[in-house]
């Protein structure tokens, strides 16, 4: 080292990040991606659902549903053999039918 110049070994005199822009700068990305996220529900999710507006709740409750009627059907008998006839008539093949259609607008959604 050159002796002109000299070193005191004492602490930089540099101001310190006191004034908060870090809360604040998080706070606001915070906020963007909220927004973001609440446009791409509102895009995505509108809200519109199959039943026409100008039906009541009465006039919902009171269209035909072919699989309640089918259970209401069924035998009353705790015979054996009337379970069991009860059982096979009994179709469950669409039970997920409502599953695969819910997954199919989900996946066209994306």
């Known amino acids: 080292m050159n002796g002109d ?49 100008d039906m009541s709740a009465e006039d919902i409750r009171n269209l035909p549903d072919e699989a309640a009627e089918s259970l209401e059907s069924q035998s009353s008998s705790d015979e054996i053999s009337a379970i069991e006839a009860d059982l096979n008539s009994t179709d469950l093949g669409d039970i997920d039918a409502e599953l695969d259609t819910i997954n199919t607008e989900l996946n066209s959604a994306l």
């Open 5 to 53: 110049q000299t070193y005191d070994g004492g602490e930089h005199s540099s101001k310190e990040n006191s004034n908060g822009k870090g809360p604040l700068i998080g706070s606001i990305i915070v906020i963007l991606v909220l927004i973001a996220g609440l446009a791409y529900l509102w895009q995505n999710f509108p809200g519109q659902s199959e039943v026409p507006a």
